[in-house]
């Protein structure tokens, strides 16, 4: 990219880039699963944040500051190890955030629902329903960015603000509990090692992530080399803090084999509520995991749409990745494409198997499509100097897609499990090399 590249506006100063770095890691849905594998997980998140989130921080920040300007990922990789790669790590980041969303939007959806009554249950159930509710959820989140980032900016910050009432809700709920009947599950944190919890550890690693989707705005930041470095410092600190208090907080008030992975806050609010006599807390819960939901689909959405709209710029995709709308000033062509791509993967998906199966076999897609990036940042963060980080992140990194293969109990199919994740991927870097090959020789001279 030169000069004459379309520039995105300087709209993010340090509080709107920390509260998107959050919005943009904080996963709400990430609780439950941690307090139903255990208080053990609180030893995990520490090891996460430490071998991992800080890692990507230092990585992130030197990067950014090496390579300004829109693209992040793809910009270091493309400059350290060349465009095929660059190309390769963009359009593998890329589909696994459209992964992302079918399985962010079927969890945060069902558990808004279940939270709020015996009266709603029934919907959370219905997968028509969340089908199209999840639809809505991410096209109003897509749709706020697409219009500019003054307006779509504060679909992430108040998902953030969202989710920091929910964690100090949850805190303070729990506190209340506590002194009334003491806790319902002993925080012992040494964590359980077994067959059973190796897919777990990958999405705990997984919910580290986010702070590279930072650098994707850096066109779009004030003063990018101090203010991203601040913002990624805080948001790190938060987001440890947040997902140990909440698992914490949820142990208290239900034992780990009464959380289950999807509906858990709901059924932590219910149990508080019933206990505290406070019939407002679990309809509370519902709106506030719906917000932080849509702050985390503009958040992600926004960022990953700057990827192709680089790689447009770039003429490594059509001419039209690489436009910027003449009246709002987004790559308004990426972000629908995501959106198109988000909302096809949330339909296909569901094919031949239960629900239940069907989000997880998109959270283990997620997982590798979402990790196999993180070889290169790592790399480029080798290239800048940063050793330990680089060696600490790629150690994170091949673990969590290792443990990502595993079946939970809720898979049935074990074989049609594994062959979704086998041709899911594989069709990944088959897309990618295609649409490299046929950028190429559309570029080549006749």
């Known amino acids: 990219m030169d000069d004459r590249s379309p520039q995105l506006k300087r709209e993010l100063g340090l509080r709107d880039i920390t509260f998107f770095a959050i919005a943009c890691i904080v996963g709400t849905r990430w609780i439950p699963a941690a307090a139903h594998a255990g208080p053990g997980a609180v030893t995990l998140w520490l090891l996460a944040a430490v071998l991992f989130m800080v890692p990507l921080a230092i990585a992130v920040a030197a990067l950014s500051v090496k390579y300004p300007g829109t693209g992040g990922l793809y910009l270091w990789t493309r400059n350290d190890f060349g465009r095929w790669h660059g190309f390769l790590c963009f359009v593998v980041y890329w589909i696994g955030i459209a992964f992302w969303f079918p399985g962010a939007a079927m969890f945060y959806m069902s558990a808004g629902i279940y939270a709020l009554g015996p009266s709603y249950r029934y919907l959370a159930g219905s997968r028509p329903f969340l089908l199209a509710i999840s639809l809505v959820a991410i096209w109003v989140a897509l749709g706020t960015n697409l219009i500019g980032m003054r307006i779509g900016k504060w679909t992430q ?3 953030a603000a969202a989710t920091w009432l929910l964690g100090a809700m949850l805190g303070a709920v729990a506190a209340a509990v506590f002194s009334r009947r003491g806790t319902a599950t002993p925080i012992h944190i040494a964590p359980t090692w077994n067959w059973d919890t190796l897919s777990f550890w990958s999405t705990i690693a997984y919910a580290m992530t986010g702070l590279e989707m930072a650098g994707l705005m850096g066109g779009e930041i004030r003063d990018p080399a101090r203010t991203l470095p601040r913002a990624g410092w805080i948001a790190s600190a938060f987001t440890t803090a947040f997902y140990i208090s909440a698992t914490v907080a949820l142990l208290v008030i239900l034992p780990p084999g009464q959380i289950s992975e999807m509906n858990g806050l709901a059924e932590a609010g219910e149990s508080a509520s019933r206990t505290l006599h406070l019939a407002w807390l679990t309809p509370v819960v519902a709106v506030l995991v719906m917000a932080s939901a849509v702050g985390q ?7 990953v749409s700057r ?3 680089a790689a447009g710029v770039d003429r490594l995709l059509p001419a039209a990745f690489g436009r910027v709308h003449a009246r709002w000033g987004t790559p308004h062509i990426a972000i629908v494409t995501l959106g198109v791509l988000a909302s096809f993967l949330l339909v296909a998906i569901q094919l031949g198997d239960t629900m239940r199966a069907a989000y997880q076999t998109l959270v283990s897609l ?5 990790f196999l990036p993180f070889l290169y940042i790592f790399g480029s963060a080798w290239k800048a100097g940063k050793r330990v980080s680089a060696i600490s992140g790629w150690a994170i990194t091949l673990l969590a897609i290792l443990c990502s293969v595993v079946p939970t109990a809720e898979v049935k199919n074990v074989w049609l499990f594994e ?5 899911g991927t594989a069709a990944v870097i088959a897309t990618a090399w295609l649409l490299y090959r ?5 570029a080549a001279p006749v």
């Open 419 to 423: 062959t979704k994740l086998a041709v």
């Open 297 to 303: 689909f503009g958040g992600l959405g926004t960022s």
């Open 307 to 309: 990827l192709p709209f």
């Open 366 to 370: 997620m997982v590798i499509t979402g």
């Open 438 to 442: 046929r950028t190429r020789q559309a």
């Open 157 to 159: 910050n108040l998902g």
